[in-house]
């Protein structure tokens, strides 16, 4: 493929979320590769002509497999949107050792793994960025969601460390913190506890994305950035 063509890797890029930033870089000219558990990235790639993979975040060898098959399609790797689904929930201190375990996996080891794959491929490229979904509630912790919260922060701190490593090599990361977005069925009331009374909608989180993985956003670099529409209270 020609330099000029930009390729997105999505991980969890079959539906919501996922699915929106999908559409969004395919309507800006990027090549997609997606990855998400079941057949649906499989169908939006054949729709949007991508390609795809089934895997999930938390094994290593699905993340392997989506960065082989997107370097073997296209060669090189412009954007990286880390999405995955949501961990095991629970009273505090009743959440297994298995299932802290699953939400490390799922919501670190993920982005520490896709890092090491295509960090030397955009160090090459000489430009890179990477865009990592993870809560607002992330640094205003819920018990609703201890094991999201807890690691969920920790992917804020590791977005920040690794902006720090590979800024001067014109490689970037930063975190999205959606609130309340239309892709999840919410309870009655919900939007009331929102500064706009309204759920969000899938498409401002994939413009938000689709701005950071811009050059419009190239001196944006370990950023959580909160799409909330003002739900969080944290300045």
Not at 29 to 53: D, N, R, T
Request: hydrophobic content about 40%.
């Amino acid at each position: 493929m020609a330099e000029t063509e930009k390729v997105a890797l999505i991980t969890g890029g079959g539906r919501g979320m996922g699915e929106a930033i999908a559409r969004e870089l395919h309507a800006e000219g990027y090549k997609l590769a997606l990855m998400s558990p079941s057949e649906s990235c499989e169908k939006l790639a054949a729709e949007l002509g991508g390609v795809a993979s089934r895997g999930v975040a938390e094994k290593a060898e699905d993340i392997e497999a989506i960065f082989d098959l997107t370097m073997k399609t296209y060669g090189r790797i412009d954007a990286v949107v880390n999405h995955t689904g949501h961990p095991p929930k629970g009273d505090l201190l009743d959440i297994s050792d298995e299932d802290w375990t699953l939400g490390s996996d799922m919501m670190i080891l993920s982005l520490v793994r896709m890092a090491r794959l295509v960090t030397p491929v955009m160090l090459k490229q000489g430009k890179g960025a990477f865009v990592n979904i993870t809560t607002f509630a992330a640094y205003e912790p819920s018990l609703v969601f201890p094991v999201s919260c807890t690691y969920r922060a920790a992917a804020g701190a590791f977005t920040k460390l690794y902006s720090d490593r590979y800024a001067a090599d014109n490689i970037r990361m930063n975190c999205i913190l959606p609130g309340f977005i239309d892709s999840l069925d919410h309870k009655p009331g919900t939007a009331e506890k929102v500064p706009m009374k309204r759920v969000g909608q899938v498409g401002e989180i994939a413009k938000t994305a689709s701005f950071l993985l811009s050059d419009g956003a190239g001196y944006i670099t370990g950023q959580n950035i909160r799409v909330d529409g003002g739900a969080t209270r944290h300045v």
